[in-house]
């Protein structure tokens, strides 16, 4: 059974960094991908970052040139660099395990696509 532990995370203040960092247990699959999601307080789960099947990464409009997807293959692990965060980044951050490349599609993430999630880790923004 895949298993996904991720580790990050924290409490910034606004411009500040963090990373945060997920890595897979027994992963089988072929082509997989991976993706970064988000959810706030009484927010939809949203799509941060993303690598397909090939390795190409895919961001978030509100993310663009503050976010940095990257992963370490040999240590079958996904990474999130997080610089210039603003309050509104603030949420649970979920690491995720897309078997089917098809939770990102078209410039759209679908979460309910997604087979394995990550337990989730806090990031919080104070302004």
């Known amino acids: 059974q895949v298993k996904v532990v991720q580790s990050g995370g924290g409490q910034v203040q606004a411009g500040g960094s963090l990373k945060l960092s997920c890595t897979t247990f027994?992963?089988?699959?072929?082509?997989?991908?991976m993706a970064w999601f988000r959810q706030a307080p009484k927010m939809q789960r949203e799509g941060v970052a993303s690598?397909?099947?090939?390795?190409?990464?895919n961001y978030a409009d509100s993310v663009k040139g503050r976010f940095t997807i990257s992963q370490d293959n040999p240590k079958n692990t996904l990474y999130l660099q997080m610089n210039s965060l603003r309050p509104e980044d603030t949420a649970m951050y979920y690491c995720?395990?897309?078997?089917?490349?098809?939770?990102?599609?078209?410039?759209?993430?679908?979460?309910?696509?997604?087979?394995?999630w990550g337990q989730g880790t806090q990031v919080t923004v104070s302004s």
């Open positions: 690598f397909d099947a090939k390795g190409i990464p």
């Open positions: 027994r992963v089988t699959y072929d082509d997989y991908a």
């Open positions: 995720a395990v897309d078997r089917y490349c098809l939770a990102y599609s078209g410039g759209w993430y679908y979460p309910q696509r997604v087979d394995v």
